[in-house]
């Protein structure tokens, strides 16, 4: 590997941190005008039963292809979303098509699914946010039985006591409601303790060493072992090979999500993996 040193390496520092700025800068500056061009749209991941394999939900991912510019990540714009504030906009934008979407499923055959969206601590920092997930719903004609959420960030604990009122009735109405990340900086055990949620995703990082790393491999035991404790489901999520399978599967994981199965996929893919035309990948047979 070459090695940068002195002032060669500090310009081509410099330099680094001068182009991710302006490519952040025209990110930003691109972000509204791509709500109002419908640049947005979401992908589907499946989730299956850990001991069948049969897909049981999908979880929403965004994805921003500018008309003008190159492929961009959710991990790279919806930060830029957070500060700039357009993450309500485009989070309203977020349920309202992941609503459209399962309407036009379910009037399709497709019953047995959910659809489960991301929600970032900082967009319940609205207090109304919540309450707006649920007109969303209503005004479809959905519930609990087609869209859950997934939760990231800490923002979550500083957040008022009315978006704890409302996940607590969201809870009681029996919505699904995931702690994403579970093991991360982001997600800990007191959120467990204080939020009222019905699943836990272990994060990708504790899954991918776990059949190398004892470490890995006892979090993501202990993981499940405290997810069933408190009577949660347990999601395994960036499941890539056979072995973490097959780990995950003698822990007794309840679902698992990774491109092992199946890579976030547009929704015409995923009507045809529903329909049966499209056979997912072979590793939970035999
Ligand atoms: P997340 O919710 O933890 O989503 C899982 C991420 O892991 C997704 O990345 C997915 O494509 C990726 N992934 C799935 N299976 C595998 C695997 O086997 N290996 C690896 N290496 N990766 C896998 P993506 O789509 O880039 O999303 C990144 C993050 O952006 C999400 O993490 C979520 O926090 C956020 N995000 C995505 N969509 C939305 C959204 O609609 N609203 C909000 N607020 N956040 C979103
Ligand atoms: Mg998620
Ligand atoms: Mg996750
Ligand atoms: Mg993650």
Known sequence: ???????????FF?????????????????????????EFSLHYQPQVSAASGRIENLEALIRWEPADGPMTTPAEFIPLAERSGLIHRLGDWVIEEACRQQVEWRAKGFHEHRVDINVSGRQLVRPDALKRFEDTLQRHGLGPRDIGIELTENVLIESDETVLEDLRRLYHRGFHIALDDFGTGYS???YLKHFPVTALKIDRSFIHDAPTQPKDRAIMEGAILIGHRLGLE?????????????????????????????????????????SGFVGGHGGLSG
């Open 1 to 11: 590997r070459a090695k940068l040193e002195g002032r060669g390496a500090v310009r």
């Open 14 to 38: 410099q330099q680094k941190l001068h182009d991710e700025l302006v490519r952040q800068h025209y990110l930003l500056a691109r972000l509204e005008e791509a709500l109002d061009n419908g």
């Open 188 to 190: 800990s055990l007191s």
């Open 234 to 274: 347990v999601v395994a999520e960036g499941v890539e090979n056979a072995e973490q399978l097959s780990l995950l599967r003698d822990m007794h994981c309840d679902l698992v999500q990774g491109f092992f199965f199946f890579r976030p996929m547009p929704a015409q893919e995923i009507e045809r993996l529903l």
